[in-house]
């Protein structure tokens, strides 16, 4: 039961704010428990002086406390069971918002590590199955142990020879819940493990269904499905025939004892030394008895399932994140947009080698700074020191001349706009897509920025306008037409630093054409870092810096690289006239 002991220890501090209702529920349990002790001996009083005697003026008191005891049991029980789901789904509606909050400020590679149809699960499954351990598993603990306290005592009252005799029999029932425990342990880890690998092979089939159809992969997808799902019927199976075991051997050891007391006390009332009343309800208080004791070995074998859920859980909430706040931050300034990189070094999780090591360069206030190199030189990782999604090795990387570990995340991602390779479009309306570059922005701030971005006669063409529902992967709209709605996000944002990652990318000629002057809007007066293998705005940069293997190989501008005849030059080619002599021809088709 360590790993119980530790997962409780862990999540129970979640209850916070809610313990006084768990006491109010654990006062129901205790008074729906008196309640049913009550209406035993109350029945045992109408056996005993109204149904053997044929008395009907000993009915009538009896059976009114009886129903009164009833209604009463049943209300406190309503209030309890429905406090106790409110109270319970308080509890996972927390767990899932900290886990979810946590899953938030993990690295990118966090997430290559761990596949999101695996993190769905814990995030469900795992999560309920914690709350049946902390929440539910304590109310069902307080409740089996005062109802077996209650009807214990009773049952001694009544006859305490023979209520001694009927619990020898008792602890078969713990015994046989810890003798399953282990095994309904493993077969439960084994379950959650493959609920989150199907989870994982439907996300990822479907997210992927033009490859699957492209490369008539359907027969493959379908065998990776049916393999997981084997593995998940396997394991479900082996924990439910645990389950329905241990409850069918409690059911015959139950059996036994009830049998028992009903023969030992037909030979007592035989001898005139019982009541028939009394054998009925001390038979009752038996069988009354015998279920909360099994509930708690029920419940034990409930919790053992659910550490599963909890270390699976716990390997996520240990990770750590690749940053955090600075302890003492510093405070908010206007910032200009000096960027600086002195010598900085960083190296992946588990990579054999650095990704970027030694690189040093500025850019001012206003500056277009283009970051290019063969795939893999290590041009995206700058991006993401810069945003601060890693912080580097070595060396040190400043905004305005302040350490960008001394900036709280908040701030420095508010001020230094990133527009990622990957045109990223969430679930909902376009007006809400572009919003969300700043949160609270009026309907007419969204349309200039719409406007600066060519978007705004698309958007317009469309049905519902602005409020037309689009969502990743969707064909109601063209790549270049997805990406204009990412640069109008970017320019409602208005942050002084710019950060565009592959802004091209993907797009075919005619589409990276009609987002070159929305880029020009959107770099206009910030200071502008640009990771590209596209160099049709090489002309423009103010600074070419081209990296080889993580490492600055060569600095300068478009004129001077192409003229030093290295490596910038080789990645270059033949430009077109109009870039050479640096009056970029919007209409000229780019290079991709």
């Not at 927390?94 to 690295?107: G, I, K, T, W």
């Not at 910032?335 to 650095?354: L, T």
């Not at 795939?375 to 350490?403: C, E, H, M, N, Q």
């Amino acid at each position: 039961m360590r790993e119980v002991r530790e997962a409780f220890r862990r999540f129970w501090p979640l209850t916070r704010g809610d313990r006084k209702w768990l006491a109010v529920v654990v006062a129901c349990v205790v008074v729906s428990a008196l309640a049913e002790t009550a209406s035993i001996l109350l029945f045992a009083e109408l056996t005993d002086n109204a149904l053997e005697a044929g008395s009907l003026s000993a009915f009538w008191g009896p059976a009114g406390a009886w129903l009164g005891v009833a209604a009463l049991g049943a209300l406190v029980g309503y209030l309890g069971n429905s406090l106790a789901t409110w109270t319970a789904e308080r509890f996972v509606l927390r767990l899932r918002a900290n886990v979810f909050r946590h899953v938030q400020d993990m690295p990118p590679h966090f997430f290559q590590k761990h596949r999101r149809g695996d993190l769905v699960e814990r995030l469900t499954g795992d999560v309920e199955a914690i709350e049946q351990m902390v929440v539910s598993g304590v109310v069902g603990t307080v409740a089996a142990a005062f109802s077996a306290v209650f009807y214990a005592a009773a049952a001694l009252w009544l006859r305490w020879d023979l209520a001694l005799v009927t619990f020898v029999l008792a602890p078969l029932f713990l015994l046989a819940a810890r003798r399953f425990s282990g095994r309904i342990r493993e077969a439960s880890q084994d379950e959650r493990v493959a609920d989150g690998a199907i989870t994982s092979v439907v996300e990822e089939s479907l997210g992927n269904v033009v490859l699957t159809q492209a490369y008539n992969r359907r027969g493959d997808e379908e065998k990776r499905l049916d393999r997981e799902a084997r593995a998940w019927m396997k394991a479900s199976v082996r924990g439910a025939r645990l389950s329905e075991m241990y409850e069918q051997f409690v059911e015959v050891v139950e059996t036994v004892c009830v049998l028992a007391v009903i023969g030992m006390g037909v030979w007592e009332i035989s001898a005139d030394r019982m009541t028939l009343g009394q054998l009925l309800a001390f038979a009752a208080f038996i069988g009354y008895l015998y279920p909360p004791v099994r509930s708690l070995g029920q419940l034990g074998l409930t919790l053992t399932a659910a550490t599963a859920g909890a270390e699976r859980l716990g390997e996520i909430l240990d990770a750590k994140p690749a940053v955090t706040d600075p302890a003492e931050p510093v405070a908010p300034w206007p910032v200009r947009g000096w960027v600086a990189f002195h010598d900085v070094s960083f190296r992946y999780p588990g990579a054999a080698r650095a990704s970027v090591e030694n690189v040093t360069f500025t850019a001012a206030p206003g500056e277009l700074v283009i970051i290019t190199g063969a795939s893999g030189a290590g041009k995206s990782t700058l991006s993401k020191l810069l945003t601060r999604f890693y912080d580097p090795a070595d060396g040190l990387i400043s905004l305005d001349g302040v350490p960008l570990t001394e900036v709280p995340l908040t701030f420095l991602r508010e001020n230094v706009a990133l527009l990622p390779q990957q045109t990223l479009i969430l679930n909902g309306t376009i007006r809400e897509n572009i919003e969300c570059g700043r949160p609270g922005a009026s309907a007419e701030e969204i349309e200039r920025a719409a406007r600066s971005a060519a978007a705004h006669d698309f958007i317009q063409a469309l049905p519902e306008g602005y409020d037309t529902e689009i969502a990743p992967g969707t064909a109601a709209l063209s790549g270049g037409q997805l990406q204009r709605i990412a640069i109008a996000r970017a320019m409602l944002r208005a942050a002084p630093v710019l950060v565009l990652d592959e802004p091209t990318a993907g797009l075919d000629s005619v589409a990276a054409r009609q987002v070159v002057q929305p880029l020009r809007r959107l770099m206009s007066g910030r200071t502008t870092i640009m990771i590209t293998h596209d160099l049709s705005l090489a002309p423009d940069a103010d600074r070419i810096l081209v990296l080889d293997h993580g490492r600055l190989v060569e600095t300068g501008t478009h004129t001077e690289l192409v003229a030093r005849g290295g490596a910038y030059a080789r990645l270059a080619g033949p430009m077109p006239q109009a870039a050479l002599t640096g009056r970029p021809d919007d209409t000229m088709i780019l290079r991709i």
